[in-house]
Nanobody, 122 residues
């Protein structure tokens, strides 16, 4: 059984940093491209960042470039999301997902975690 489990969410203040972790079981994450997504209340789920299978390439939306970093820890079968200078508008449920394609298209991601809540207070 494949499971992706996000952790590290919580309540933080604006300007803080936060690191989220996506741990996999049942699959080897280094065999997949991995994306981080988020969904705020009343909004569509959006891409936060993604990393290629071999970790050589990352991609971020222009709105988040410079504040977020996606990285791999293959020894732990984990992908990390580092977020800096958090803003209240970063409040959302954050999800990781794994795909056989290097893509931003959510429908091409095969495996999804259950999400972790990040709340940023002003």
């Amino acid at each position: 059984q494949v499971q992706l489990v996000e952790s590290g969410g919580g309540l933080v203040q604006a300007g803080d940093s936060l690191s989220l972790s996506c741990a996999a079981s049942g699959i080897t994450l280094s065999n997949y491209h991995v994306g981080w997504f988020r969904q705020a209340p009343g909004k569509e789920r959006e891409l936060v960042g993604r990393i290629s299978m071999n970790g050589a390439r990352t991609s971020y939306p222009d709105s988040l470039k410079g504040r977020v970093t996606v990285s791999r820890d293959n020894a732990k079968n984990t992908v990390l999301l580092q977020m800096n200078r958090l803003k209240p508008e970063d409040t959302a449920v954050y999800y990781c997902a794994a795909s056989g394609f290097e893509t931003r298209s959510q429908h091409l991601y095969d495996y999804w975690g259950q999400g972790t809540q990040v709340t940023v207070s002003s």
